[in-house]
């Protein structure tokens, strides 16, 4: 097995982590906000299969990856985790298995009721992370590690979040194998939406709920399609000043822009998805995970753009710390991940096959990748004291 050395570091989740206090989950999902995502339908894509770029955002972190063993029916998986200094839960992670299943999420953006006064939403009651209830950052592994195809992947994070109820407060899913992808949304409680990803489209996103109306075909909880076709679940769920902000808007458009030759106007209502004007490609995709907006009126020139009401942030900006482009394929072994550790517009992607034998070279395995896995809530202190 050949590991490369030039990569970050690592884990992946066997087991329930159990839940930390809201206070650590709310720094926790500020430092977390600007994380962009891109997916790409099999006949969008040069490569005629599922393309997927992901910049991976956060302060006082760093990024690690493991291998964790299969087992008891459970799939490999290969798991890139932005890991916190301090300690504490963390909602940031991709994970992918030897069955070909990729997941990966951006945080969804602050909910209606944290413009106001309490964390819960108008039409049902709260699962916080102060009583501990529900189920949050475990949700991706517990489906990822059993599932075969995106969809059975999606089926299964559903059937947990009826089953548990989601203790966050909103978080978009990237759910995807090589032949189709799925965007599945959920709000704390029992709420949820999943849409698939239409084959010759595209789908961008920043940190806000993006869906508006249900479509046919759509999977979603009795709690939002009891409220009929006509309802608008980002305006009820979320307010404007989240998903119409410049700091979402613009990301939102400019990777449309770049990586899919779509132009959106600024402050427009946006698509789910765009029919691109040309097959995008991984260099498509990179150019638009790297953009500090040049040449556009907006352009961030400096490295840590100082807080000025009229700076923009980028897509990639000074908080970026890992930047994914992921080539998938049917055969597990030779779908490609280019990884950064770092801002992309920095380094250059390293190229991995996480079950073809080429991996980051921090990569941890076996009970090491486990341990991690159970303790990823330590600091890295505690960590070297217990001997892992």
Known sequence: MKVETHVSVTVRMRMFVPLVVA???????????????????????????????????????????????????????????????????????????????????????????????????????????????????????????????????????????????????????????????WILEVLNGRRYIARRVPDDEVVAYPNCLIYNKLRPGDLASENITSKGTDFDITSFYQGPRTWKSPYNLYRWKEMYRIAAGVELEPGAEYPFSVRPAHPISVDDIKRGLRTHYEGRPYEVKARHPKKDPKIIEPICRHTTLQSLVCEMNPNPKETVMHLTVGRPCEVEYGVYRPFGGVLPGDTAFGEKAVTRLVNHELPPAARIINGH
Request: proline share 2%.
């Open 23 to 181: 206070t650590m989950f709310f720094v926790a999902a500020l430092t977390a906000d600007a994380c962009t995502a891109i997916v790409v339908g099999k006949k969008a894509s040069a490569t005629g299969h599922v393309l997927i770029g992901h910049n991976e955002d956060g302060t006082g972190m760093y990024m690690r990856h493991a291998m964790l063993p299969p087992g008891d029916g459970k799939a490999a998986v290969f798991w890139s985790e932005a890991k916190k200094y301090a300690g504490g839960d963390q909602v940031g992670a991709s994970v992918y298995s030897e069955r070909g299943v990729f997941v990966v999420s951006n945080n969804g953006g602050v909910m209606q009721e944290w413009d106001g006064v309490t964390f819960s939403l108008p039409d049902e009651g709260s699962y916080s992370t102060i009583s501990g209830k529900g189920i949050g950052y475990d949700l991706r592994f517990r489906a990822v590690e059993r599932a075969r195809t995106a969809r059975e992947c999606v089926d299964i994070m559903i059937a947990l979040i009826k089953e548990h109820g989601y203790n966050q407060y909103s978080r978009n899913f990237l759910v995807a194998d090589a032949e189709e992808a």
